[in-house]
């Protein structure tokens, strides 16, 4: 059964406790007590001395190392000084090729030359004079010439042998340079096409001669115990298999800067103490060396850097830079090993995996080959180009790194790609060891989230995806894992420090926040932290135990090492924390007691071993003395001793325990016997043990001064209360104690933490737990104990509010699956421990857990809407929970063998489950009761491991995946009847592979994609088609172990997979990635991985469970100042703010921007750019903005809304099967671009709304939507074949990159779905053979993009120098494009060169007698002509094959934003809205004459002007007939030959106020005459609507449109404003019948639709106004021809419209203000209305008089007026109707009335609390309030307030009876008249449908901004949303 947080037994429990159950009390009678002992003699003892004082440290700069004062008589070295007293010290050099033993040296050899001259650097050939040869030797060609470069004289060394031809120093090998210096500066220049070899000979601190050579000879990294080979290369640009071989022709001057320390520690674990000789071996040029414990920036210097936080190298040091060149573009710069240290690549041909890297110690090293390259390496977040920020830190790491950075390639390598598009890079595997760097293998790097700063490793390219990390660790559920007694205060007692496995956590106990240590690979077994709070030190548990010092206020690794002991378990610091103890094991067994010496570590020292020993007795517990640092304490079996260290050596003496010898002893604390008293005298040691014994000790004396024991009051199986004695009858085993001055905490294995006085007299507070607890510590403050109990539980006691507060709770074995509840925000986990616990996600406590002692739960999911999740058991039996109730609903016992996994379908109809033999149940959840519905054996592999992702149910709910029947198939069934469908033998997927593949998860993609994922056993994650199982992609070698758990994000940006203990993250979107992210934590392998049900977040389950926040989707767009061209943003990936650096634990402010796919980037220039991409990225180059004319401005999205209750915004699929089912769309995008397409010849007609892509079929009107864009669709393009439809959208608040959808025209199904641009698509263009997509990014982005359309891989990219508007391909040659922008004609010709495709480029400007305008528009006309048009009206021709224009024109006032061209026509749109055909035929003629051209022969054929701007246009071959897209949201069908414009599509072009339906008037459309008044009542804009049969011939044959229509509308009067845009529809109202709708704007119009078929039938028109509202008069009103409609103005009229005389009845003005609602009586004579400032009027709409005004909301809009007929008669009043207004200051008021008798009564007052800040898109969420249709006693109420919720009301009864939550504050609300259901809309672009009677909700998506209006047609058959301008109309199936 259900248990609660925790059960304190036994004591009533006290009010206010934080934990139910628990008690927290004085003694009782029957508590425990503590039992008098016999005083032991004290016996007399050695006294200890004081404490040895800790040395004070100084401080260093930068980069430094510590080291001693100045000698005297000693200069200290500046600008190269030499030392007059140094000299060269002899030392024996043993041979590098032999591991020779330890030399024998005198004390000179040994010792080095004092550091302090050779500070700040050293310049070596000067100080060692090596021109004169005296001490230096050079053996073969060496000679000095002088260099053109750097102006000077250099020493050349050249010859055919290296060995024979070199500069050596010291001259003698028994001689020593004794450098000390951390860095080697080489500068040099190897000579072209030759090897050179440089040979180091460094000596460590224990006296180890070790040569370390770099040579362009290597090729591959090879070690020994004395010989380091690396392998170096500069100027790479081949593929790795290649990279070894002879200098390139033009190699530059390169600063080799060497990390001595590092490569020593790194490569053989030991120190580094000095530099003993070199040998510079031909053939090279090399200007000088130079030694320095600083870490220079070479490309620094000069005093304009000295506020930079980075050391310039000094002016003797830098190589000579020009007056305005680039330091980087003439000299390179390798740092080894950098400080982004990784695993270094292999070649993709080599598909091996490596040993595990070890991090220290002997064993496999990881293989570096160091790659020079023309761009800085510092600080690399790839192993390509380190980032040339000049203000980047150059300050060397202060804790040797574990891992060296391998390749530092300026060129990307192609060897990941050498298999074609697609993830085909192998990952050799390496065990993490180091917290800071991430350890990388092929195409990997891992992020560790070390809180001070996140470094990244990448192998391959530096082309990664962004934000990286794209994971931050949020939480941890967990505690322990190696133990449960490692959990410490810190100093100001604000935050508990414990571990969870390999994390180590810090928890601030007030706020519940969580900070981290992220590094250790294993179980963390200790823990100490010192007084200070400055220094944490961990241990973790294999062998050989790895130790981590950590800076405990930033959380980075200060140093890390290997313990000598193999095993560590107890550590104690000293208070100062200059002395760090251990206590631990050796690998033979043995206690082992090391004191490290940590007083540097903060300044850049290391750890020091100042005494370690041996003993042979046991040591449970080990603490430093408080009073003296250089005194402990320990105590084990049968043991107490007291420690001290002395001389370097630690020694301790036994504590004289008399008859207490046998004990067995835990835990010990120290207590000042006198307070205050600091003396050694006067501290008292206390002693625990497991028979309950207390033992007090005289640390002075060594005896034991008083013994008390812990007893039970009574004796197993005694009736009554017994006292035992002194040796009779068991104690309470105690495990821990804890002192503060003025009580003692005991804990003990019965579950009680004790509260003692320190005399011990009597228990003060007792705290009872659920298991023993293992650990207690008191605050230092004494108000606060800690506790921590075997079972894993962590928290406190308050003792002055005798409160106990849980902190954290854990599962005592690893989590199995887990499980995420969206409504309620919960998490459902199993475990081996076999429980199930519910987790509250926002606070990560606890909620309930479900014990089973005799089956063990395997499996867990939720119910999708019902509080209720099941669960499957290793019995078979699968068992349904109510959280509510906390108890078992159903059972199901239908299984054999245990449940393997479970799911649901996302709409929580049907729940499968799997076991062990092989079944499969599927099972009917439609109700609580649910039921078994089949059982089919031998359908799931029987010997499959149990897994989370064996059962996988796609996103639509409609497909069903599993393993089986076989290990090596996967199976797809309907879900719903179980049939099969597909079966895919992953056994036969390769056919190269020597063994049986067998599919180890499944996991489908989001429903438009249509993906099924199969990880395998083989180690491949491989992508299928669910519906015909041919294989995607395939991404191999994901991990050398097969994945358990995989899924995918929403967006299909981001797969997720468990890994071994790691966890991946790919780049799922991105054909060519550039490999996963890595994120380590854990310390066991990850059995589950999931994404939160917002798509926010990452939850993984192990040891323990994460909780990762993904940044993904707080992207913004930002540019990297300063990145080299190989990382500037290409296509997959743009420039991107990275979220992680709003973190304060993530200090780093700006990412890189890497490119997405890894071909070449084109540039703008005559001819392709050789070596280089030529692309220049001048976004902060400082360079003006340039403003665009709304009349060639692309595409401006709509603002979407976004609610700060919604952190990151939803984006839901739409849904189908569902409640609804989309059925129509009204309205057409006016916002986007080339929008529309329409195929004459195929009848294909297809535009956008929002985010759908609409297909209309023109015949019927019958629409297909295709849904999937997150982001409004910017732009349309149809292929040559009408095949295939391209769609784009832009940037959604969930995404970074806009999207391109590839769809099927004859399916209708998406089949590729590419990210092409982080900005904005502007246009979409087919190639005429349709083998190309070109995609052209908007005026931010300048983005231009080839894809192969043969799998949509990106061919080639640039990034334009200039804004571009359009983009087109020549119709006479595939192989010629063109794009036209801000003052230039681009021609782009495409070569083919076998597989790759090449561009040449050619740039014209515009001439200017063209004007100064930019061009807008292009098309191509006759061959070889282009039409342009420009902003300024003009159309200008050019001759493509002359480049020149030789024609222009004035076409328009206004910018031409389309032309088209066909046979020997033009067609341009302009933004005045005028439309106009040109005869061009002539202009062929007039190119021969070149400028002597004139337009004369160019003439206009028609002209029409639209309702707004032209954004898109088809006409047919002929251009009799086309269809025009205005920015109005109106598709025109215009024919020439007639001279007309029918409207065909029609939206409002503000936002929809209000829907009500109408009756149908046929298919004649009412067209008064526009009357130009300033303010007339109404008029009757004209409207023609097709209807029926006649719609124009849209099929294989053309015609005239045969309808009626008026004369010759070809010329409209319309009403223009200055810049068009889409406004918002503002209401939609039903008329009873439902035969009709209507709909107001802001632009003035009220419009009135044919429901059946949505076309516009009448539209009412007021100029210069806005309609704000709208109601539709009831049935009962009259007649039914005589319906009327109600419209509020913004002047605050209100005017009465005859639908049946389609004429303006009545203008009234009630109001002084705006009107906000309006409403009829029911009997449909009387008219309410309400203003903005919270007026409510009546009014008679026959008369126009108002004879009653209510002033009760003063001051507040009024937002909701209701009206209903009065049914419930328990309300105490009188009248006929029941109406109720409710205002935005939360109000609602309910009045009854009858209004023929003047009669009208308040019946309820309603006032609802609201927050400080609850706003959404910037201003409070709507006060929203309705009767209840199918009771009329309720009233449901929606707004800001505390909660997010639906609040029912009864009037009868005068309370709230019910509350609905919602996931966000409520934008529009609507209840169904027939069905118990409601709609609420949402800022968040959503829809929700809630189930009143079944307590079920369902949400929708689709629109693309907020559905502020949602409304139910009478019959609740039909739903209509709006969002904005756009109108949805959903179908309410079988309800």
């Known amino acids: 059964m259900a248990r609660g947080s925790a059960r304190l037994a036994g004591v009533p429990r006290v009010p206010g406790s934080g934990v139910p159950g628990s008690r927290v009390g004085g003694r009782s009678a029957q508590g425990p007590r503590l039992g008098p002992e016999a005083r032991v003699p004290a016996q007399a003892g050695s006294r200890l001395p004081g404490a040895h004082p800790r040395a004070p440290g100084a401080w260093l700069p930068s980069g430094a190392r510590p080291r001693p004062a100045s000698l005297a008589g000693v200069g200290v070295a500046g600008e190269g000084a030499e030392s007059p007293g140094s000299c060269l010290v002899p030392e024996a050099r043993p041979s590098p090729a032999v591991a020779p033993a330890r030399v024998a040296e005198s004390p000179d050899a040994r010792r080095p030359l004092p550091a302090a001259w050779q500070h700040p650097f050293l310049n070596v050939f000067r100080h060692f004079r090596v021109d004169e040869w005296k001490r230096s030797a050079k053996q073969g060609d060496v000679a000095v010439v002088t260099d053109k470069t750097l102006k000077g004289a250099v020493y050349r060394i050249r010859g055919s042998v290296s060995a024979a031809n070199y500069i050596q120093l010291p001259k003698s090998s028994t001689q020593s340079l004794g450098l000390t210096g951390r860095y080697l500066y080489v500068l040099f220049r190897p000579l072209p096409s030759k090897h050179f070899v440089i040979h180091l000979d460094v000596s460590s601190k224990d006296n180890q001669v070790i040569r370390v050579s770099f040579s362009n000879l290597f090729k591959e990294f090879k070690s020994t115990a004395t010989w380091l080979q690396f392998p170096l290369v500069l100027e790479a640009r081949t593929p790795q298999r290649d990279l070894v071989g002879l200098a390139p022709s033009g190699a530059r001057w390169t600063c080799l800067q060497l990390d001595l320390q590092d490569v020593l520690l790194v490569y053989l674990n030991r120190c580094y103490g000095h530099l003993k000789s070199i040998r510079l071996c031909a053939s090279l040029l090399v200007r000088n060396l130079y030694t320095s414990d600083l870490c220079f920036e070479p490309a620094i210097s000069g005093a304009q850097w000295a506020k930079l936080p980075v050391t310039p190298m000094p002016r003797e040091m830098a190589f000579p830079v020009p007056k305005g060149e680039s330091w980087h573009d003439r000299y390179i710069h390798v740092r080894f090993p950098s400080e982004s240290l990784k695993v270094p690549s292999k070649p993709i041909e080599k598909s091996c995996s490596p040993p595990e890297a070890v991090l220290l110690g002997p064993g496999p090293q990881p293989l570096p080959c160091l790659v020079a390259s023309s761009k800085p390496v510092r600080f690399s977040v790839s192993p390509?180009?380190?980032?040339?920020?000049?203000?980047?830190?150059?300050?060397?790491?202060?804790?040797?790194?574990p891992f060296p950075e391998v390749s530092l390639s300026q060129e990307r390598s192609d060897a990941s790609n050498a298999d074609g598009p697609g993830f085909h890079s192998l990952e050799p595997w390496a065990q993490v060891e180091a917290s800071d760097v991430h350890t990388a293998a092929a195409g990997t790097h891992v992020l560790t989230h070390e809180s001070a700063e996140v470094p990244v490793a990448r192998t391959g390219s530096c082309e990664g995806f962004l934000p990286d990390p794209v994971l931050r660790l949020k939480g941890v559920i967990g505690f322990g894992g190696h133990g449960t007694r490692q959990a410490l205060w810190t100093p100001d007692g604000a935050a508990v420090v414990y571990?969870?496995?390999?994390?180590?956590?810090?928890?601030?106990?007030?706020?519940?926040?969580?900070?981290?240590?992220?590094?250790?690979?294993?179980?963390?077994?200790?823990?100490?932290?010192?007084?200070?709070?400055?220094?944490?030190?961990?241990?973790?548990?294999?062998?050989?135990?790895?130790?981590?010092?950590?800076?405990?206020?930033?959380?980075?690794?200060?140093?890390?090492?290997?313990?000598?002991?193999?095993?560590?378990?107890?550590?104690?610091?000293?208070?100062?924390?200059?002395?760090?103890?251990?206590?631990?094991?050796?690998?033979?067994?043995?206690?082992?007691v090391v004191a490290w010496g940590t007083g540097q570590v903060g300044l850049g020292g290391e750890v020091v071993v100042l005494a370690k020993a041996h003993t042979d007795f046991d040591v449970q517990a080990f603490r430093v003395t408080f009073f003296d640092e250089t005194r402990m304490a320990s105590c084990g079996q049968g043991s107490v001793r007291l420690w001290r260290l002395r001389g370097g050596a630690l020694r301790s003496c036994p504590v004289d325990l008399g008859e207490h010898h046998a004990l067995q002893f835990t835990d010990l604390a120290f207590k000042q016997a006198r307070d205050g008293c600091p003396e050694p005298s006067a501290a008292m040691l206390l002693v625990c043990s497991r028979s309950g014994h207390i033992l007090e000790i005289d640390c002075q004396r060594m005896v034991v001064r008083h013994a008390r024991r812990l007893l039970p009051t009574r004796t197993p199986g005694g009736p009554h209360p017994q006292k035992q004695t002194f040796s009779s009858g068991p104690g309470i085993a105690i495990s821990s104690l804890s002192v503060s001055p003025a009580m003692c905490a005991v804990g003990s294995e019965d579950g009680f933490l004790r509260l003692w006085p320190l005399d011990f007299s009597s228990v003060l507070l007792e705290a009872e737990h659920e298991g023993p607890v293992s650990s207690v510590c008191?605050?230092?403050d004494g108000l606060r104990v800690l506790s921590a109990t075997s079972s894993g539980h962590l928290g406190f006691l308050d003792t002055l509010s005798r409160v106990y507060h849980m902190l954290a709770r854990s599962h005592t074995a690893p989590v199995l699956a887990l499980a995420m509840e969206q409504r309620r925000g919960q998490l459902a986990t199993v475990s081996q421990d076999r429980t199930v616990r519910i987790w509250d996600l926002a606070t990560l406590q606890q909620l309930y857990d479900f014990t089973s002692s005799e089956e063990a739960p395997c499996a867990v999911t939720f119910h999708p809407t019902r509080p209720t999740f099941f669960c499957g058991f290793s019995s078979g039996a699968v068992r349904s929970f109510s959280l509510e109730a906390a108890e078992v609903l159903v059972e199901h016992t239908c299984h054999r063998g245990a449940v393997t996994s479970l799911t649901a379908t996302p709409d929580g109809r049907l729940l499968f489950s799997s076991c062990s033999q092989g079944s499969l149940a599927q099972y009917s959840c439609a109700d609580p009761q649910w039921h078994v519905l089949r059982v089919a054996a031998d359908m799931v592999c029987p010997d499959a491991p149990a897994s989370p992702s064996a059962l996988a149910v796609s996103r639509d709910g409609r497909l069903l995946a599993f393993v089986g029947p076989s290990r090596c198939t996967v199976t797809v069934m309907g879900s719903a009847s179980l049939d099969e469908l597909l079966r895919v033998d992953i056994g036969t997927l390769d056919l190269a592979s020597s063994r049986l593949d067998s599919a180890m998860a499944v996991c489908f993609g989001p429903a438009a994609l249509g993906h099924l994922l199969v990880s395998t056993s083989s180690n491949r994650v491989v992508v299928l088609d669910a519906v015909s199982g041919r294989i995607i992609r395939e991404l191999p070698g994901v991990h050398p172990e097969p994945c358990p758990s995989l899924t995918l994000s929403e967006d299909a940006r981001f797969l997720l997979i468990a890994a071994g203990r790691t966890i991946k993250v790919w780049d799922y979107a991105t054909q060519a990635s550039p490999g996963p992210q890595v994120y380590i934590g854990h310390s066991e392998p990850v059995q589950a991985v999931a994404f939160s049900p917002d798509q926010?977040?990452?939850?993984?389950?192990?040891?323990?469970?994460?909780?990762?926040?993904?940044?993904?989707?707080?992207?913004?767009?930002?540019?990297?100042?300063?990145?080299?061209?190989?990382?500037?943003?290409?296509?997959?990936?743009?420039?991107l703010e990275d979220a992680a650096s709003r973190a304060s634990e993530l200090p780093r402010q700006q990412v890189p921007k890497p490119s997405q796919a890894s071909p070449p980037r084109l540039g703008v220039c005559a001819r392709p750019p050789e070596g280089g991409d030529g692309a220049r990225d001048t976004r902060n180059s400082g360079a003006p903005r340039t403003t665009y004319l709304a009349s060639c401005k692309a595409f401006t999205p709509a603002r979407v809304s976004c609610s700060p209750h919604s952190a990151k915004g939803t984006c839901l699929p739409p849904a189908s099967g569902g409640w609804l089912r989309l059925k129509a769309v009204v309205g057409y995008s006016g916002n986007g671009r080339a929008n529309m397409v329409w195929r004459p010849d195929t009848g294909f007609f297809a535009y956008t709304c929002g985010r759908l892509v609409v297909v209309e079929d023109l015949h019927s009107g019958a629409q297909q939507h295709w849904s999937g864009h997150s982001a409004e669709i910017s732009t349309l393009a149809l292929s040559h074949s009408a095949q295939v439809l391209a769609s784009a959208s832009g940037r959604s608040s969930t995404t970074a990159h806009c999207q391109i959808r590839v769809w099927d025209v004859s399916g209708g199904l998406c089949q590729h779905l590419i990210f092409p641009h982080s900005t904005t698509v502007l246009a979409l263009a087919f190639s005429p053979d349709d083998r190309l997509l070109v995609t052209l990014g908007d005026h931010d982005g300048?983005?231009?993009?080839?894809?192969?359309t043969a799998t949509y891989d990106l061919v080639s990219s640039t990034r334009l120098p200039e804004p571009v508007h359009g983009v087109a391909f020549n119709p006479w040659d595939a192989g010629e494009l063109t794009c036209v922008g801000q003052g230039t004609v681009t021609f782009w010709l495409l070569q083919l060169r076998g597989a790759d495709i090449s561009l040449q480029v050619r740039r014209e400007p515009v001439p200017e007698a063209v004007g100064a305008g930019e061009l807008t528009s292009l098309c191509y006309g006759a061959p070889p002509l282009l039409y342009c048009g420009t902003s300024s009206g003009q159309v200008c021709v050019w001759d493509t094959r002359a480049g020149r224009c030789f024609l222009s024109w004035e076409a328009d006032d206004g910018g031409i934003g389309l032309l088209l061209f066909s046979g020997s026509r033009l067609v341009s749109g302009s933004s005045t809205g005028r439309l106009c055909l040109w005869a061009v035929g002539a202009v062929s003629e007039l190119r021969c004459k070149g400028s002597g051209a004139r337009s004369s022969s160019v003439f206009m054929e028609h002209e029409l002007v639209l309702d707004g701007a032209v954004v898109s246009a088809s006409f047919d071959d002929s251009v009799d007939m086309g269809v025009v897209g205005t920015t109005a949201g109106t598709l025109w069908f215009v024919s020439w030959a007639e001279g007309t414009s029918t409207r065909l599509i029609s939206g409002h072009r503000s936002k929809v106020r209000d829907f009500q339906p109408g009756r149908r008037r046929g298919s004649r459309t009412w067209c008064p005459p526009c009357l130009p008044a300033p303010s007339p009542p109404a008029q009757m804009i004209p409207s023609p609507a097709v209807t029926g049969s006649q719609r124009p011939p849209w099929g294989s044959q053309r015609g005239s449109l045969g309808c009626a229509r008026p004369s010759k509308p070809s010329r409209l009067c319309l009403h223009q404003r200055a810049a068009w845009q889409a406004l918002q529809v503002n209401e939609v109202v039903f008329s009873p019948g439902e035969s009709h709708c209507a709909t107001c704007s802001e632009d003035g119009s009220v419009r009135v639709w044919a429901l059946a078929s949505m076309e516009l039938v009448i539209q009412f028109q007021v100029l210069n106004q806005s309609c704000l509202c709208l109601a539709w008069s009831p049935p009962c009103c009259g007649r039914p021809e005589q319906q009327r409609l109600a419209a509020g103005y913004g002047d605050g009229s209100l005017r009465i419209f005859s639908i049946s005389r389609t004429a303006m009845e009545l203008k009234m003005h009630p109001h002084p203000v705006a009107l906000t609602s309006v409403a009829f009586s029911t009997d449909g004579q009387t008219v309410l209305s309400g203003d903005k400032d919270g007026l409510v009027a009546v009014s008679h709409p026959r008369t126009g008089t108002t004879f009653r005004v209510l002033s009760d909301h003063q001051g507040a809009p009024i937002s909701t007026i209701c009206v209903t007929c009065k049914e419930c008669e328990d309300l105490g009043v009188e009248g006929t109707d029941l109406w109720l207004a409710a205002s935005g200051d939360q109000r609602v008021s309910v009045w009854a009335s009858d209004w023929l008798r003047n009669r009208c009564e308040l019946v309820d007052w309603l006032s609802f609390p609201m927050p400080a800040t609850t706003e959404t898109q910037g201003h409070l969420p709507p006060s929203l309030a309705a009767f209840c249709p199918w009771d009329g006693a309720l009233l449901m109420y929606v707004g800001p307030g505390v909660y997010k919720e639906v609040i029912i009301y009864n009037l009868c009864q005068k309370q709230v009876v019910e509350k609905i939550p919602l996931p966000f504050f409520a934008m529009s609300l609507s209840l169904s008249p027939g069905t118990h259901l409601l709609a609420?809309?949402?800022?968040?672009?959503?829809?929700r449908l809630v189930d009143c009677a079944m307590g079920t909700a369902q949400d929708f998506a689709g629109h693309d901004n907020a559905v502020h209006l949602c409304r139910f047609t009478p019959s609740a058959r039909l739903l209509f949303t709006a969002a904005r301008n756009e109108i949805l109309v959903w179908e309410v199936p079988g309800r």
């Open 1096 to 1135: 926010q977040q990452v939850l993984s389950a192990g040891d323990a469970v994460f909780l990762w926040d993904v940044l993904a989707a707080t992207e913004s767009d930002q540019s990297f100042p300063g990145a080299p061209p190989a990382c500037k943003t290409g296509l997959g990936a743009g420039p």
């Open 499 to 592: 571990p969870c496995h390999a994390v180590i956590v810090v928890l601030l106990v007030d706020t519940g926040e969580q900070r981290f240590f992220l590094g250790h690979t294993d179980k963390v077994s200790a823990l100490a932290l010192d007084g200070s709070s400055s220094l944490l030190a961990s241990a973790q548990a294999r062998a050989p135990s790895v130790m981590r010092l950590w800076d405990f206020q930033t959380g980075r690794c200060l140093c890390l090492f290997r313990s000598p002991m193999h095993v560590v378990c107890s550590l104690s610091f000293s208070d100062s924390g200059a002395l760090l103890c251990g206590v631990g094991k050796d690998h033979h067994g043995r206690t082992m």
């Open 1342 to 1348: 300048r983005t231009l993009a080839l894809w192969g």
């Open 384 to 401: 390509v180009v380190q980032t040339p920020s000049p203000t980047a830190s150059g300050r060397a790491p202060l804790a040797p790194r």
């Open 778 to 780: 008191v605050s230092p």
């Open 1880 to 1887: 609420v809309g949402f800022a968040e672009c959503m829809l």
